[in-house]
């Protein structure tokens, strides 16, 4: 399943729009955000950073 989609049906697909929708992901949205194609590398490290920073909250 791909985060990037809204419940209308709109794929973000610009690295500003998904950047915006990472700061909401959890963290089985992080991964599955992680296993697309072709993601930006911005994005990918946007999404490792948040996965990390949720990881680092659970283990407080």
Do not use: W
């Amino acid at each position: 399943m791909n985060p990037f989609t809204s419940k209308t049906g709109y794929v973000a697909q610009s690295t500003e729009n998904r950047l915006d929708m990472v700061r909401s992901f959890g963290i089985a949205q992080c991964q599955q955000a992680l296993q697309l194609p072709h993601l930006q590398k911005t994005v990918i490290k946007a999404v490792n950073a948040r996965l990390k920073r949720m990881q680092k909250e659970q283990n407080q």
